[in-house]
């Protein structure tokens, strides 16, 4: 199975400031992770999914398969990237089920 | 396409009450789960479907049940409401491995916030 890990609960930057939040993996084949954004009291939305190697609200992620990680990057934060951001891949069990397991969150808080 | 909506919004029990938590989608998928979100905790995975007729256990499952008589529909019941499972719930559905599409993400409803006295 696929696992992840955030090692910050909470991150705290000043607008304007570079953002990294960090994601780490531990996978047994090739790797699909993704990045969630959930605002004040909303759903999780996806934010980023690695194989499209795009880029929203200026956050972009790339896969480092040599250090196993996953970081999501923005140059310059805004007030408005305050939430909670999870990292996710999908996993399959030996019957070929998904269970999804998330890691347990970053909290951005973006200072005025 | 409503997505993925999930009935009630909000609802306070006393401890001991039982109640339905109901995920209903409209995207055909065929994968449906419940987690549960706490503060310092992230999502914990409740329950998992990956058919109609079919349920799994996940990482915190004591104290719920779950059922998928229909492809459309995931109930998340308590049987007998603990303060401990004061949280939000969540569901989210994939669409499963005969729609693999490949790198697909999970979508998820707006969630129920739990209050138990």
């Known amino acids: 199975a696929q696992r992840v890990t955030q090692p910050e609960k909470l991150l705290s930057v000043f607008k304007g400031a570079p953002v990294e939040l960090k994601c780490n993996y531990s996978?047994?084949?090739?790797?699909?992770l993704f990045w969630y954004v959930q605002y004040s009291r909303q759903r999780l939305q996806l934010l980023l999914r690695h194989i499209s190697r795009e880029s929203i609200k200026g956050f972009t992620a790339d896969l480092n398969k040599g250090e196993t990680s996953f970081h999501l990057k923005k140059p310059f934060a805004q007030e408005e990237d305050s939430a909670m951001y999870y990292c996710a891949p999908p996993c399959t069990s030996g019957a070929g089920s998904y269970q999804l397991t998330f890691g347990k969150g970053t909290k951005l808080s973006v200072i005025p | 396409n409503a997505g993925v909506t999930q009935t009630p919004k909000f609802r306070v029990l006393k401890t001991g009450q039982s109640m339905t938590l109901l995920c209903a989608q409209d995207?055909?998928?065929?994968?449906m789960y419940w987690y549960r979100q706490d503060p310092g905790m992230g999502l914990r995975l409740i329950h998992y479907s990956v058919g109609e007729g079919t349920t799994a256990k996940g990482e915190v499952p004591d104290g719920y049940n779950v059922s998928r008589l229909k492809k459309q529909n995931f109930l998340l019941g308590l049987e007998s409401a603990a303060p401990s499972q004061t949280s939000v719930y969540f569901c989210a559905t994939y669409p499963g491995s005969l729609q693999y599409l490949g790198n697909q993400p999970q979508h998820f409803g707006d969630g129920t916030r739990l209050s138990i006295l």
């Open positions: 995207m055909n998928h065929e994968y």
């Open positions: 996978y047994s084949g090739s790797p699909e």
